[in-house]
């Protein structure tokens, strides 16, 4: 018999909403891209769920607005609903499903490490040591991502994030990849360390806080295969990630070497002015 709470799942797990950003144009970009970079894929489109980590920076709260429905938005068909958990919802425009929201959040460590915690509790504050953040949220069973960032795992750093990897026993512990790693560079040394360990390597676009970048969102995510209840979306993920069976495949498209070394001025740019 044909299981149908078994889904093909698109999830870009890296997207942040600035306050610049046009949320019209933020929507519009993530079912675009999403379509664009899924429904040619072999394994189909159709009959698909798609979702977004909304891992939101500082005291931003977009994913409050978006859903008590008070987010200014000219598209007047777009609101959203709830679901049977909290921390997530969906996003619906004339009748028909968007993609789901979880509820997120970026959070920077002592050591300069970036952390997404994915889940429905409050933010952790910046500036406590990493091994702090995690046990809070391994605490907490939400989803712990080890984002990766331009120069951010060298060094110390680096060793700081391997020593997590091999003596954090937590299933839901994740590492991030994003579209600013050039499409050229090899895969990490982590990324393989992580992979002979079991630790998931999931991905997300990662837009910036520059013009443009909203375009970004939804561009660089993954899928997941597994059994899908619409009531509990976010537990649905967690399920599937603490099973054997993950089989996670990267969808979208990372930089080109000279649309990441045109992002990398213009954020040294905007941090100097």
Known sequence: MRNNNRKNIFIDGHVHLYDNFDPDS???????NFRKFAEHDENGFSDSIRMIFLTEAKENDFFTRIADNSLTLKNIDVHSEK???EGSILL????????????GRQIITKENIEILSVGPGPKIRDGLPAAEVLDQLRERE???ILAWGVGKWLFGRGKLVKKIINT?????LLIGDNSARPSIWLKPLIYRESEKLGIPIINGSDPLPLGGEAEKAGSYFFMLKGNFDPK??????????????????FLGKRDSIFSFLKRQIKIQLKKHS
């Open 168 to 172: 954090l026993d937590y299933p839901l």
């Open 26 to 32: 933020f929507i519009e970009a993530i079912d675009r």
């Open 92 to 103: 619906m425009q004339n009748g028909s499903e968007l993609f789901y929201i979880i509820r």
């Open 232 to 249: 509990k979306p976010l537990e649905s993920i967690k399920k599937i990630l603490r099973s054997d069976n993950k089989n996670i495949k």
């Open 142 to 144: 939400e989803l712990a």
């Open 83 to 85: 679901t049977g958990e």
